[in-house]
DNA sequence: GTTGAGCGTT
């Protein structure tokens, strides 16, 4: 038969390139893994059944079929579970989320006045985007709401818009937000909040929300007072956030860096088995952990410290200098 | 029958 090229691509639509046959017209597996690195075999479509069909492979050899292997496209095999798949999956979900298509997660509602029906939240929240789900918790006996509830959207997109603003809904202001039982370890490496370091004293919150801004929507900003060269902006996707983990931002003309807020396992009790962090804080005498000097933390990005520092700023307790 | 920070009878 002699040497002659046949065409392969890696997908029927592509461009196909030309691999040599050897001389007794068949083609070696290794001919066209060379030129597609991972290649397991060849696919072809059969012109009469429209089928795809798969290459005769013996031993690393790819036999014709028809004994001719004729003009047609064949299409290169990949393993199962390879890197290219892993790559398309990769792309797959990347367009996902670029597209906004991601799950929803129910939101509570809260502040509602006791008034509110399912009926009205449906009306109002419908003016975001479509609703699949509404409730108004009530007590069972009386039937009185409580004066929260729970929405849920059919698009992520606008969950989000939902989750960045307040609502007024029959003459009250309301909050949308993640419910406690949606967030905490459920994923760890879905965090909507970052911290920034390298604050420095004449950076607002005002100033930092405008400055995030331009990344999505801010729904917090968080300054520890007194001044401690840090801060925490929450966004409304997580996906903003975890985008702008490791980079260097300019502020007001410093440069800030942006790091992941919460820790996968920031454990409190873990912290003090270590011995690292416990101890008997002399202002309240009873309190368990010690917060470093301020520019030991300010600096430091080790989750744990930023965790203890968050829990102590937030909750208005006092904190511990060595 | 009241109230106003929170966290969901299945």
């Not at 007001?252 to 270590?274: C, D, F, L, T, Y």
Request: proline letters at 4%.
């Amino acid at each position: 038969m002699g040497e002659m090229y046949i065409r392969v691509a890696e997908d029927e639509n592509e461009e196909p390139m030309e691999i040599p046959s050897e001389d007794d017209g068949t083609v070696l597996l290794s001919s066209v893994a060379a030129q597609f690195p991972g290649a397991c075999g060849l696919r072809y479509r059969s012109p009469v059944s429209q089928c795809m069909r798969g290459v005769r492979l013996v031993e690393g050899v790819l036999h014709a079929p028809e004994s001719n292997w004729g003009n047609l496209v064949y299409v290169v095999n990949y393993p199962k579970d390879n890197k290219r798949k892993m790559e398309e999956m990769d792309a797959a979900s990347a367009v996902k989320i670029k597209r906004g298509i991601q799950k929803t997660s129910d939101l509570i509602v809260l502040g509602l006045p006791w008034k509110t029906s399912e009926q009205d939240l449906k009306d109002y929240f419908g003016t975001f985007g479509e609703v699949i789900m509404v409730q108004v918790k009530r007590d069972p006996k009386s039937g009185n709401s409580k004066g929260f509830g729970f929405v849920r959207f059919a698009d992520y997109e606008t969950q989000v818009k939902v989750m960045s603003q307040r609502h007024m809904i029959d003459g009250r202001w309301c909050d949308c937000k993640l419910p406690n039982s949606k967030q905490g370890p459920d994923e760890p490496l879905r965090s909507r909040k970052v911290f920034v370091g390298r604050c420095t004293e004449d950076m607002t919150a005002e100033d930092l929300r405008e400055f995030f801004m331009q990344y999505g929507e801010v729904t917090d900003v968080f300054i520890p007072k007194p001044f401690r060269a840090f801060a925490f902006v929450t966004f409304a996707d997580d996906q903003v956030a975890q985008s702008l983990c490791g980079e260097d931002l300019i502020i007001k003309g410093v440069s800030v860096h942006i790091s992941n807020a919460e820790p996968k396992h920031g454990n409190s009790r873990q912290m003090m088995e270590r011995g690292r962090f416990g101890g008997v804080c002399f202002l309240c005498n009873s309190l368990q952990y010690f917060v470093f000097k301020t520019y030991i933390f300010a600096f430091c990005f080790e989750e744990e410290i930023l965790n203890v520092v968050e829990r102590f700023t937030q909750s208005g307790q006092h904190y511990c200098i060595e």
